[in-house]
Protein backbone atom coordinates (compact mmCIF):
# COMPACT_ATOMS: atom_id res chain seq x y z
CA UNK A 1 0.00 0.00 0.00
CA UNK A 2 1.61 3.31 -1.35
CA UNK A 3 0.83 6.41 -0.45
CA UNK A 4 -0.97 8.78 -3.09
CA UNK A 5 1.41 11.93 -4.71
CA UNK A 6 0.04 15.26 -3.40
CA UNK A 7 2.35 16.68 -5.52
CA UNK A 8 0.58 18.70 -8.83
CA UNK A 9 -2.52 18.10 -6.87
CA UNK A 10 -3.80 21.51 -7.17
CA UNK A 11 -3.61 21.46 -11.15
CA UNK A 12 -4.25 18.27 -12.22
CA UNK A 13 -7.79 19.03 -10.32
CA UNK A 14 -8.43 22.15 -12.43
CA UNK A 15 -7.64 20.00 -15.42
CA UNK A 16 -9.98 17.34 -14.65
CA UNK A 17 -12.60 19.54 -13.49
CA UNK A 18 -12.01 21.81 -16.75
CA UNK A 19 -12.63 17.76 -18.77
CA UNK A 20 -15.88 17.42 -16.47
CA UNK A 21 -17.29 20.68 -17.66
CA UNK A 22 -16.53 20.17 -21.01
CA UNK A 23 -18.48 16.78 -21.56
CA UNK A 24 -21.17 17.69 -19.22
CA UNK A 25 -21.87 20.33 -21.83
CA UNK A 26 -21.58 18.01 -24.62
CA UNK A 27 -24.14 15.05 -22.75
CA UNK A 28 -27.30 14.18 -24.19
CA UNK A 29 -27.84 11.92 -21.27
CA UNK A 30 -28.08 14.47 -18.81
CA UNK A 31 -31.90 14.15 -17.30
CA UNK A 32 -33.59 17.67 -16.36
CA UNK A 33 -35.16 18.66 -13.24
CA UNK A 34 -38.50 19.04 -15.24
CA UNK A 35 -38.40 15.75 -16.78
CA UNK A 36 -38.04 13.98 -13.53
CA UNK A 37 -41.29 16.02 -11.62
CA UNK A 38 -43.52 15.62 -14.32
CA UNK A 39 -44.58 12.29 -15.87
CA UNK A 40 -42.54 10.69 -18.20
CA UNK A 41 -43.89 9.08 -21.47
CA UNK A 42 -43.37 5.40 -21.89
CA UNK A 43 -41.94 6.95 -25.23
CA UNK A 44 -39.26 8.41 -23.45
CA UNK A 45 -38.56 5.17 -21.14
CA UNK A 46 -35.09 5.03 -19.56
CA UNK A 47 -33.07 2.38 -19.18
CA UNK A 48 -30.58 1.92 -16.18
CA UNK A 49 -28.19 -0.85 -15.68
CA UNK A 50 -29.18 -1.58 -12.02
CA UNK A 51 -27.25 -5.14 -10.90
CA UNK A 52 -25.89 -5.41 -14.14
CA UNK A 53 -29.14 -6.26 -16.13
CA UNK A 54 -30.97 -3.56 -18.34
CA UNK A 55 -34.69 -2.65 -17.21
CA UNK A 56 -36.57 0.70 -17.81
CA UNK A 57 -36.60 3.35 -15.15
CA UNK A 58 -40.24 3.84 -14.35
CA UNK A 59 -41.98 6.94 -13.55
CA UNK A 60 -42.27 5.48 -10.26
CA UNK A 61 -38.67 4.96 -9.58
CA UNK A 62 -38.23 8.49 -10.26
CA UNK A 63 -41.01 9.58 -8.46
CA UNK A 64 -39.57 7.57 -5.06
CA UNK A 65 -36.67 8.70 -5.67
CA UNK A 66 -37.44 12.44 -5.80
CA UNK A 67 -39.53 12.03 -2.65
CA UNK A 68 -36.66 10.39 -0.61
CA UNK A 69 -34.04 13.19 -1.68
CA UNK A 70 -36.95 16.13 -0.59
CA UNK A 71 -37.33 14.55 2.50
CA UNK A 72 -33.87 14.05 3.08
CA UNK A 73 -32.95 17.59 1.67
CA UNK A 74 -35.16 19.51 4.52
CA UNK A 75 -33.08 17.97 7.32
CA UNK A 76 -29.47 18.80 5.61
CA UNK A 77 -29.53 21.69 4.01
CA UNK A 78 -26.50 23.39 5.68
CA UNK A 79 -24.36 20.44 4.98
CA UNK A 80 -23.50 17.01 6.48
CA UNK A 81 -21.44 16.08 9.58
CA UNK A 82 -18.89 13.49 9.32
CA UNK A 83 -20.91 11.21 11.40
CA UNK A 84 -24.16 11.80 8.91
CA UNK A 85 -22.35 11.52 5.87
CA UNK A 86 -21.17 7.82 6.55
CA UNK A 87 -24.68 6.67 7.82
CA UNK A 88 -26.24 7.59 5.01
CA UNK A 89 -23.91 5.81 2.32
CA UNK A 90 -24.64 2.24 1.53
CA UNK A 91 -23.11 -0.66 2.94
CA UNK A 92 -21.42 -1.61 -0.18
CA UNK A 93 -20.22 1.89 -0.79
CA UNK A 94 -18.88 1.47 3.04
CA UNK A 95 -17.36 -2.38 2.22
CA UNK A 96 -15.27 -0.83 -1.04
CA UNK A 97 -13.73 2.09 1.43
CA UNK A 98 -12.43 -0.50 3.58
CA UNK A 99 -11.18 -2.72 1.75
CA UNK A 100 -9.65 -0.23 -1.11
CA UNK A 101 -8.82 3.08 -0.14
CA UNK A 102 -6.33 3.09 3.23
CA UNK A 103 -5.15 6.91 3.11
CA UNK A 104 -6.57 10.25 2.56
CA UNK A 105 -3.58 13.39 2.47
CA UNK A 106 -4.12 16.90 3.15
CA UNK A 107 -2.92 18.37 0.20
CA UNK A 108 -3.95 22.57 0.61
CA UNK A 109 -6.38 24.04 3.35
CA UNK A 110 -7.45 28.03 3.38
CA UNK A 111 -10.87 29.56 4.19
CA UNK A 112 -12.50 26.77 5.92
CA UNK A 113 -12.24 24.53 2.47
CA UNK A 114 -9.73 21.33 2.18
CA UNK A 115 -8.30 19.85 -0.99
CA UNK A 116 -6.86 16.18 0.38
CA UNK A 117 -6.08 13.27 -1.97
CA UNK A 118 -6.68 9.45 -1.65
CA UNK A 119 -5.41 6.39 -3.43
CA UNK A 120 -7.77 4.85 -5.89
CA UNK A 121 -9.19 1.20 -5.94
CA UNK A 122 -7.62 -1.49 -7.86
CA UNK A 123 -10.29 -1.49 -10.95
CA UNK A 124 -9.18 2.07 -10.81
CA UNK A 125 -7.50 3.90 -14.38
CA UNK A 126 -6.08 6.87 -11.95
CA UNK A 127 -3.30 6.58 -9.30
CA UNK A 128 -5.63 8.93 -6.81
CA UNK A 129 -8.82 10.80 -6.03
CA UNK A 130 -9.47 14.38 -5.26
CA UNK A 131 -11.61 15.24 -2.46
CA UNK A 132 -12.98 19.08 -1.36
CA UNK A 133 -14.50 19.75 2.08
CA UNK A 134 -15.83 22.70 3.26
CA UNK A 135 -16.83 23.72 6.65
CA UNK A 136 -20.34 25.11 6.16
CA UNK A 137 -20.12 26.73 9.31
CA UNK A 138 -16.45 27.92 9.53
CA UNK A 139 -17.25 31.67 10.30
CA UNK A 140 -19.16 30.42 13.38
CA UNK A 141 -15.97 28.13 13.92
CA UNK A 142 -14.01 31.73 13.33
CA UNK A 143 -16.28 33.34 15.85
CA UNK A 144 -16.90 31.58 18.48
CA UNK A 145 -14.83 31.81 21.92
CA UNK A 146 -12.57 29.04 22.45
CA UNK A 147 -8.97 28.05 21.29
CA UNK A 148 -7.99 27.28 17.63
CA UNK A 149 -7.40 23.59 18.81
CA UNK A 150 -10.94 23.70 20.41
CA UNK A 151 -12.30 25.41 16.93
CA UNK A 152 -10.70 22.54 15.13
CA UNK A 153 -12.04 19.81 16.68
CA UNK A 154 -15.50 20.98 16.47
CA UNK A 155 -15.44 21.53 12.77
CA UNK A 156 -13.69 17.81 12.23
CA UNK A 157 -16.30 16.04 14.95
CA UNK A 158 -19.35 17.87 14.67
CA UNK A 159 -20.26 20.50 12.48
CA UNK A 160 -21.73 20.59 8.97
CA UNK A 161 -19.88 20.15 6.06
CA UNK A 162 -20.38 20.11 1.94
CA UNK A 163 -18.08 17.72 -0.20
CA UNK A 164 -17.38 16.37 -3.78
CA UNK A 165 -14.67 14.08 -4.79
CA UNK A 166 -13.94 13.71 -8.69
CA UNK A 167 -14.51 9.91 -8.79
CA UNK A 168 -17.31 8.51 -11.19
CA UNK A 169 -19.52 7.49 -8.75
CA UNK A 170 -19.82 10.96 -7.60
CA UNK A 171 -19.32 12.83 -10.45
CA UNK A 172 -22.28 10.70 -12.03
CA UNK A 173 -25.06 9.83 -9.29
CA UNK A 174 -23.88 11.52 -5.82
CA UNK A 175 -22.92 15.23 -7.19
CA UNK A 176 -27.00 15.46 -7.56
CA UNK A 177 -28.28 13.93 -4.87
CA UNK A 178 -25.72 16.23 -2.83
CA UNK A 179 -27.07 19.15 -4.76
CA UNK A 180 -30.45 18.41 -4.12
CA UNK A 181 -29.27 17.98 -0.66
CA UNK A 182 -27.82 21.02 -0.47
CA UNK A 183 -24.39 19.52 0.80
CA UNK A 184 -22.54 19.48 -2.75
CA UNK A 185 -18.89 21.29 -2.48
CA UNK A 186 -18.69 22.62 -6.00
CA UNK A 187 -20.04 22.67 -8.84
CA UNK A 188 -23.93 22.49 -8.61
CA UNK A 189 -25.49 19.48 -10.62
CA UNK A 190 -29.56 20.20 -10.93
CA UNK A 191 -29.61 17.45 -13.84
CA UNK A 192 -29.90 13.48 -13.16
CA UNK A 193 -27.57 11.23 -15.64
CA UNK A 194 -30.10 8.90 -17.15
CA UNK A 195 -27.89 5.69 -16.58
CA UNK A 196 -28.03 5.76 -13.31
CA UNK A 197 -29.31 4.07 -10.75
CA UNK A 198 -32.57 5.75 -9.79
CA UNK A 199 -33.07 5.31 -5.70
CA UNK A 200 -31.10 6.79 -2.82
CA UNK A 201 -27.64 5.51 -3.11
CA UNK A 202 -25.91 7.48 -0.16
CA UNK A 203 -23.91 10.46 0.38
CA UNK A 204 -20.58 9.37 0.05
CA UNK A 205 -18.58 7.26 -2.49
CA UNK A 206 -15.67 5.10 -0.98
CA UNK A 207 -13.05 7.85 -1.29
CA UNK A 208 -14.94 10.13 0.94
CA UNK A 209 -15.59 7.69 3.42
CA UNK A 210 -12.08 7.43 3.90
CA UNK A 211 -11.46 11.23 4.27
CA UNK A 212 -14.29 11.82 6.46
CA UNK A 213 -13.21 8.90 8.68
CA UNK A 214 -9.54 10.40 8.78
CA UNK A 215 -11.26 14.27 9.41
CA UNK A 216 -12.18 12.79 12.88
CA UNK A 217 -8.90 11.06 13.71
CA UNK A 218 -6.47 12.57 12.04
CA UNK A 219 -4.42 14.82 14.62
CA UNK A 220 -1.97 15.62 12.24
CA UNK A 221 -4.74 17.00 9.90
CA UNK A 222 -6.36 18.48 13.18
CA UNK A 223 -3.47 20.85 13.67
CA UNK A 224 -3.10 22.28 10.36
CA UNK A 225 -7.47 23.05 10.33
CA UNK A 226 -5.86 24.50 13.40
CA UNK A 227 -3.53 27.08 12.00
CA UNK A 228 -6.12 28.07 9.22
CA UNK A 229 -8.49 28.87 12.19
CA UNK A 230 -5.38 31.23 13.91
CA UNK A 231 -4.52 32.30 10.84
CA UNK A 232 -8.21 33.23 9.64
CA UNK A 233 -8.47 35.02 13.37
CA UNK A 234 -6.29 37.41 12.84
CA UNK A 235 -7.51 38.40 9.02
CA UNK A 236 -10.38 39.26 11.37
CA UNK A 237 -9.00 41.63 13.59
CA UNK A 238 -7.44 43.41 10.87
CA UNK A 239 -9.45 44.03 7.98
CA UNK A 240 -8.54 44.95 4.58
CA UNK A 241 -5.16 42.87 4.73
CA UNK A 242 -4.59 40.22 2.31
CA UNK A 243 -6.56 36.85 1.18
CA UNK A 244 -6.91 34.34 3.54
CA UNK A 245 -3.46 32.35 3.69
CA UNK A 246 -3.59 28.93 2.21
CA UNK A 247 -1.88 26.30 3.91
CA UNK A 248 0.01 24.12 1.88
CA UNK A 249 1.46 20.68 2.94
CA UNK A 250 4.28 18.67 1.66
CA UNK A 251 4.94 15.11 0.65
CA UNK A 252 6.69 14.10 3.29
CA UNK A 253 5.22 16.32 5.69
CA UNK A 254 1.63 14.94 4.68
CA UNK A 255 3.13 11.15 4.88
CA UNK A 256 4.48 11.72 8.05
CA UNK A 257 0.87 11.91 9.27
CA UNK A 258 -0.15 8.99 7.97
CA UNK A 259 -0.85 6.21 10.58
CA UNK A 260 0.40 3.18 9.94
CA UNK A 261 -2.59 0.93 9.06
CA UNK A 262 -5.30 3.20 7.82
CA UNK A 263 -8.06 4.38 10.40
CA UNK A 264 -10.89 1.75 11.03
CA UNK A 265 -13.69 3.20 9.52
CA UNK A 266 -16.68 2.70 11.47
CA UNK A 267 -20.51 3.29 10.62
CA UNK A 268 -22.15 4.97 13.25
CA UNK A 269 -25.23 2.74 14.09
CA UNK A 270 -27.14 5.40 15.88
CA UNK A 271 -27.86 7.98 13.83
CA UNK A 272 -30.00 6.25 10.50
CA UNK A 273 -31.32 9.51 9.46
CA UNK A 274 -31.82 7.20 6.44
CA UNK A 275 -34.33 5.28 8.39
CA UNK A 276 -36.97 8.10 8.61
CA UNK A 277 -36.62 9.20 5.05
CA UNK A 278 -39.52 7.36 3.60
CA UNK A 279 -42.12 7.21 6.29
CA UNK A 280 -43.26 2.82 6.32
CA UNK A 281 -46.92 2.81 4.97
CA UNK A 282 -48.11 -0.90 4.34
CA UNK A 283 -49.67 -1.27 0.91
CA UNK A 284 -52.61 -3.41 2.58
CA UNK A 285 -53.62 -0.32 4.67
CA UNK A 286 -53.99 1.89 1.47
CA UNK A 287 -55.51 -0.47 0.06
CA UNK A 288 -58.00 -0.80 2.79
CA UNK A 289 -58.53 3.28 2.99
CA UNK A 290 -59.00 2.92 -0.78
CA UNK A 291 -61.92 0.50 -0.54
CA UNK A 292 -63.62 2.78 1.99
CA UNK A 293 -63.76 5.74 -0.04
CA UNK A 294 -64.15 4.12 -3.51
CA UNK A 295 -67.23 5.08 -4.88
CA UNK A 296 -67.77 8.43 -3.17
CA UNK A 297 -68.64 11.18 -5.07
CA UNK A 298 -68.25 14.37 -2.90
CA UNK A 299 -65.28 16.31 -3.39
CA UNK A 300 -63.22 15.98 -0.24
CA UNK A 301 -63.34 11.96 -0.63
CA UNK A 302 -62.60 12.62 -4.05
CA UNK A 303 -59.19 14.23 -3.09
CA UNK A 304 -58.60 11.79 -0.20
CA UNK A 305 -58.71 9.07 -3.02
CA UNK A 306 -56.35 10.85 -5.04
CA UNK A 307 -53.85 11.42 -2.35
CA UNK A 308 -54.59 7.80 -1.55
CA UNK A 309 -53.73 6.91 -5.15
CA UNK A 310 -50.63 8.98 -5.06
CA UNK A 311 -49.72 7.24 -1.68
CA UNK A 312 -50.15 3.41 -3.40
CA UNK A 313 -47.70 4.71 -6.23
CA UNK A 314 -44.84 4.67 -3.29
CA UNK A 315 -45.48 1.76 -1.38
CA UNK A 316 -45.59 -0.91 -4.25
CA UNK A 317 -41.84 -1.40 -4.44
CA UNK A 318 -38.71 -1.72 -1.31
CA UNK A 319 -38.61 1.78 -0.38
CA UNK A 320 -36.11 4.48 -1.79
CA UNK A 321 -34.16 4.58 1.04
ZN1 LIG B 1 -14.95 9.35 -4.89
Redesign the pocket.
Known sequence: MTAPRIGNAQSAINKLRQQELDSRRQATTILQPSEVSGGLSPARMLTTTLGGTARPITPKDLAQWRLAVQKLGAKAQQGLSAREALSLSTAASVERAKKEISFSLPVRLQAGKLHLVTDSGPQSKVTR?H?HLEFAQYSAALARPGTPAQAAQWLCKESPLKFE???G??RYFLRYVASAGGWVAGRYEGGLPKLTNPTLDGAA????IRVLTDLQSSVGLRQRIAKMVEADRELINRPGRAKPRAILVAQAEAERMLPKHSRRIVVPSNAPRHATLVPKVASADVRAAMAAFRGKTDANSIAVMRALQALAAHTGGGGAA
Open positions: HVCDCHFCKHL
